[in-house]
């Protein structure tokens, strides 16, 4: 998705040279968010974000604009990233090393009910010891399937990964994990080093390193490795959205595209749907890009909502560099005045366009 924003010229008229455009983005800074990673919209307009150090939420007591850290029943320094929500419940994961980088990982799934006009507080999902969690090697993006269950990226930059789903009991004082698939998905679906997740419909978004790939749900909620064609054949379950050329981070469907972080390359591109091919699988063409650079390692994307941003406001969190919580490079949540409203049929018109 183009994020140049010209004030004195139309959006539509620089379609031609918006993909060309380098350099910086009209955008404003929201908040500081150490180590900026995902991000949340509540059905009621309250945004929730993850970072290095705590889950925030973002707030506006006057003209400006707050991020207020949530607590959560964890001693010590923990590293947020995924958010997801499933009914009254927000989860997000976090993890701890406390012996050290190269020492074992301490994962925790977490989970926050939402009440009108409460603060959140998240607690520790009940769990068999061992914890599940701890299978995973970094906890990342997370999504919820059409049947009710949680999929959490396990991204492991070294070996083959996959992506976990989690069903979870709310019987409960809190959410209790019942089932646990550490690879639902991996390898047999071209899955190896998951980032970010995303569910649309009955389409299921992957960002694998540096590609994004679309897979479909079948009516049981599982993702089959083939699929029946109106002919009667088969044909693989996988479609490639997008091939970069190095790590790309999380990914956001919108106007039946799908905005796509490109963490090494400091900018978000816009895939746009290009209809269906022969055997009735969408296909994606580049729709524009911001250049090269323009943003400080994003992380995620976010189409504003009421009553705090309006349909025409990109949020993006600049992650920056790597473990650093503390410098002006990233460490953000940053927001790109759009010039249309992505929440509206003109405005997804309008970007498709291009």
């Not at 964890?74 to 499933?86: E, K, R």
């Not at 994962?107 to 009108?116: E, I, P, T």
């Not at 607690?123 to 995973?136: I, Y």
């Not at 920056?320 to 409203?341: A, E, F, P």
Request: glycine share 12%; hydrophobic share 40%; charged share 15%.
């Amino acid at each position: 998705m183009t994020l140049a924003s010209l004030r004195l010229l139309p959006l539509l008229a620089l379609a031609p040279l918006l993909p060309l455009l380098g350099g910086c983005l009209e955008k404003d800074k929201i908040a500081t968010i150490p180590d900026a990673e995902n991000q949340l919209f509540t059905p009621d307009g309250r945004l929730i974000v993850t970072g290095g150090n705590g889950v925030f939420e973002i707030k506006r007591p006057g003209n400006g604009f707050v991020a207020e850290s949530i607590s959560a029943e964890v001693s010590g320094s923990c590293n947020y990233t995924g958010l997801a929500q499933i009914g009254d419940w927000i989860f997000t994961a976090c993890q701890q090393r406390p012996q050290g980088l190269l020492g074992p990982v301490d994962n925790h799934l977490l989970a926050a009910r939402v009440v009108s006009g409460q603060p959140l507080r998240f607690v520790q999902v009940e769990r068999a010891s061992p914890d599940p969690m701890d299978a995973l090697a970094i906890p990342n993006g997370m999504a919820v399937t059409p049947d009710g269950h949680l999929l959490i990226a396990d991204f492991n930059l070294f070996m083959a990964a996959g992506v976990a789903r989690v069903a979870l009991d709310f019987g409960g004082a809190r959410p209790r994990v019942a089932s646990f698939e550490a690879q639902w998905l991996a390898g047999t679906h071209d899955i190896y080093h998951p980032n970010g997740v995303r569910v649309n419909g009955n389409e299921l978004f992957v960002s694998d390193l540096n590609a994004v790939k679309r897979y479909q749900f079948d009516a049981a909620g599982n993702v089959p490795f083939a699929l029946a064609t109106p002919d009667g054949r088969s044909v693989r379950n996988e479609v490639l959205v997008y091939q970069g050329i190095d790590l790309l981070d999380d990914i956001q469907p919108q106007c039946g595209g799908l905005v796509i972080s490109d963490y090494s390359g400091g900018r978000l591109v816009y895939m746009a749907p290009a209809g269906a091919d022969s055997n009735g699988l969408p296909t994606y063409r580049m729709g524009s890009a911001s250049g090269l650079g323009s943003l400080q390692q994003p992380s995620s994307t976010q189409i504003g909502r009421a009553p705090l941003f309006a349909g025409d406001d990109l949020l993006v969190t600049e992650k920056g560099v790597l473990g650093d919580l503390s410098s002006s490079y990233g460490n953000k949540l940053s927001r790109v005045k759009m010039g249309v409203d992505l929440g509206t049929a003109a405005g997804c018109a309008a970007i498709n366009a291009m």
